[in-house]
């Protein structure tokens, strides 16, 4: 399968070094890391330890070859300049995968390129950017892909017979929207508080305060999702919260990564949108807005 990743940061190269040993893949991502890769090859380490000579370019531009598969692992707010570059690429039948945090990157492809033409995903490997060129996975998790329509179609199947190949543990969900509020819902109780308070994981755990207000942001946000249609439990949320907690302890969130590094973060795209989908029912966010505000303040500040 001929594979395009765009935005190969962490999650981005992870997929496409072990995509690489059964596929034809083409990274783009920013010119330091392309220009590493170039010359040393990518190098995963951690849980995941190979390195791999792989192709990389830094700029949409430079691909002149329509790919089966475009993963899509930008950071939200970089949806849309991404596609708008990438659709002079993209032909009919060609398969968008949105791999991404956050509640409205399929909304945002949708508005440049056909909907029968998207498909989502949610994962939850550990993984962070170490050097240009170097990538620590943290920790081994499972993806789960959809179409948007819920259906198992057979280029479905096929996306995951490939993953798992490649030995990304893959599932099918029939209700791939359920399964990208879960994950918004669980980032939303942890990385902006691990980014305020620029502490690992675990720590939310170790205080009872923070514990408390994890459970209570999960039972805002899984309240508001209802209100969306999206059918969550709030003690089966919470519990899953504890649990990425727990095995990620030692771990900082991407979005605390991206703070460190000076990036923008997606906190729009998480907590902004319960906010904003909250608002939308009548139900006051007052937790999310919350932890926007903190966010946003300590990023202007620092």
Known sequence: ???????????????????SKKNNVLLVGRTPHVHAIKENGLKIKGRTNLTVKIPAEDSI???TTSPDLL??????????????????IINDDA???SLQNGLDNTAKIEKIVNRKNIVAGVTTHGVFFSRSGVIKHTGKGKTILGEL???KSERLKHITSVFNEANIETT?????IKEIWTKAIINSSINPLTTFLQCKNGYLLENLLLENIVEKICMESTMIANKEGIRLSYQDI??????????????????????????????????????????????????????????KSTCEVL
């Open 71 to 88: 993963i899509l692992t930008v950071k939200s707010y970089d949806t849309e300049p991404a596609i708008k570059q990438a659709k002079k």
């Open 238 to 295: 919470y519990k899953k919260t504890r649990e990425v907690i727990q095995n990620t302890s030692e771990n900082y969130s991407s979005m605390l990564q991206s703070f460190k590094r000076g990036k923008k973060t997606e906190i729009e795209s998480i907590n902004g949108r319960i906010v904003d989908i909250g608002r939308k029912h009548g139900i006051e966010p007052l937790m999310n807005e919350i932890l926007v505000y903190l966010v």
């Open 172 to 176: 099918i969900s029939t209700d791939i």
């Open 61 to 63: 531009d430079k691909v």
């Open 1 to 19: 399968m001929n594979i395009l990743i765009l935005g190969a940061g962490a999650i981005g190269s992870l997929f496409g070094a072990l995509l």
């Open 149 to 151: 329509d819920g259906k």
């Open 95 to 97: 398969m968008i995968l």
